[in-house]
Nanobody
Framework: VQLVESGGGLVHPGGSLNLSCVVD????????MGWYRQAPGERRALVAR???????IYEDSVEGRFTISRDNAKKTVYLQMNNLKPEDTAVYYC??????????????WGQGIQVTVSS
């Protein structure tokens, strides 16, 4: 299983980006999907997670600016980021929790994609 991320890049403050992450390969069942980020010198931290359409969690600083969504048929998770700020600059990592028969779970991570917010 590979997670293929896209949509990162350089944007001015106040701008928008839409990250996508596709699950490539065979996977038993997708439970939680999400995005984490890691800025230089900091630990990787949760940005947003989604279990179902309405079951979402956001980090406080992105609440109201970022929206996470998923398309189960396409095995894809999205992160729409609006009103971006310089402090959003980081490497963003896609995360997927695979569930096998509701007994075992496996964590899968993308390779990371750079988001830079700068004037």
């Amino acid at each position: 299983v590979q997670l293929v991320e896209s949509g990162g890049g350089l944007v001015h403050p106040g701008g928008s980006l839409n990250l996508s992450c596709v699950v490539d390969g065979s996977i038993w069942s997708i439970d939680v999907m999400g995005w984490y980020r890691q800025a230089p010198g900091e630990r990787r931290a949760l940005v947003a997670r989604i279990k179902s359409g309405t079951d979402t969690i956001y980090e406080d600083s992105v609440e109201g600016r970022f929206t996470i969504s998923r398309d189960n048929a396409k095995k894809t998770v999205y992160l729409q980021m609006n009103n971006l700020k310089p402090e959003d600059t980081a490497v963003y990592y896609c995360y997927v929790m695979e569930s096998v028969l509701a007994i075992h779970t496996y964590d899968h991570w993308g390779q990371g994609i750079q988001v830079t917010v700068s004037s």
